[in-house]
């Protein structure tokens, strides 16, 4: 990726769920890494496993705050992989102005950061900047149908915002960034209360609670492995596209057929309820990987029963610890 004397990374974000899976394939992969979290919606314990290796540091700080990433321990950095946003919707609608704050400031630190060390910037973005789709699979070049006043603009539209603001700065100051629009991804580390549906079905199959379907459940993801998602930002980061690049799984799944699939996988006798869909809930939702497998070679690999399963046996050994 680059000579081994630079081989530093920041992650923003990186005591989050993707965050921390990230942190730990850098470090596997020999490089040093700075996480940087507030903790709004992550753990200090998803990176507790971390803290004694050797080139891993944690540093708590809002990185909205002015100057955040200004005199950082350990740099100068060559990769700025910014994370850091609460992503689930029980996050965001609980910190909507953080939420944007996090594309504008925190992006804007970001891309400060990397313009100083001359470093390459990542910008986790998102499948929710295509909205309620009118294109189906979505390809990287379709520009969205998104709600700008809805319950969940705060999330699509922070996101928006960061990936004009990654581009301009590209665009006017030659900036070398990259935009990863990440698409469910899914696994160890979720947060069982955050309100995404495959932690929340696990919880409550494992709790023998009915499994609260939204809608009909007929609504459609293409859920990702966390291993893969980490595999895709890191291809893209080694690459010198500017995306924006889908990152995400293949199999567009119903959401009831993935709650049926998690009380099948638990062995849980948890019947399968109904309750009212959100607002501006997408109806449909599968990326186009074309520009993923062609330019970088990426394509998931870890099949929906063993993802889920290793998910399920990690939040299993929670309940019981
Ligand atoms: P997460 O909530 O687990 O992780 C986000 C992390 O950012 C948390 O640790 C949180 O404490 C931290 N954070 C939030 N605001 C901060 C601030 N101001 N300063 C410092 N730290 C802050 O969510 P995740 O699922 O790991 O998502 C990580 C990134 O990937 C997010 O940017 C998200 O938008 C993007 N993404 C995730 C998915 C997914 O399916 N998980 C899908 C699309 C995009």
Not at 140 to 153: A, K, L, T
């Amino acid at each position: 990726m680059t000579d081994e004397r630079h081989r530093r990374a920041v992650v923003t974000g990186g005591a989050g769920f993707v965050g921390s899976h990230l942190c730990e394939r850098l470090l596997d992969d020999g490089w040093h890494v700075l996480a940087v979290d507030n903790l709004v919606s992550g753990a200090e314990g998803n990176v507790a496993h971390l803290l004694g290796r050797p080139g891993f540091a944690f540093l708590r700080r809002d990185v909205c705050a002015p100057n955040a990433l200004t005199g950082l321990p350990g740099g100068p950095f060559c990769l700025v992989f910014h994370l850091a946003c609460p992503a689930s919707p029980a996050d965001y609608l609980r910190l909507p102005l953080e939420t944007l704050e996090t594309g504008s400031s925190g992006t804007r630190n970001a891309l400060e950061l990397a313009a100083r060390d001359g470093a390459r910037m990542v910008l986790a973005s998102t499948s929710e900047v295509y909205g309620d789709p009118q294109v189906h699979p979505q390809p990287e070049d379709y520009w969205g149908n998104v709600n700008p006043v809805g319950p969940r603009s705060v999330y699509d539209e922070a996101k928006r915002y960061a990936e004009a603001l990654v581009t301009a700065h590209r665009q006017v100051r030659g900036t070398d960034t990259a935009i990863v629009r990440i698409f469910n991804s899914y696994g160890p580390r979720m947060r069982a209360g955050d309100g995404r549906a495959v932690p929340t079905f696990i919880r409550q199959a494992l709790a023998g609670e009915p499994l609260t379907v939204a809608g009909d459940g007929s609504q459609t993801r293409s859920l990702c492995y966390v291993d893969d998602t980490v595999a895709g930002i890191l291809a893209l980061a080694g690459s010198d596209l500017p995306g924006p690049v889908n990152i995400g799984g293949e199999e567009e799944t119903t959401v009831l057929d993935i709650a049926r699939r998690i009380v099948k996988l638990t062995g849980s006798p948890s019947p399968v309820v109904f309750v009212e869909r959100p607002g501006d809930d997408p109806a449909r939702r599968r990326p186009d990987t074309r520009l993923a497998r062609e330019e970088l070679g990426w394509k998931p690999r870890v099949g929906w029963q063993e993802g889920l399963e290793r998910t399920i046996a990690w939040f299993a050994r929670r309940a019981a610890a």
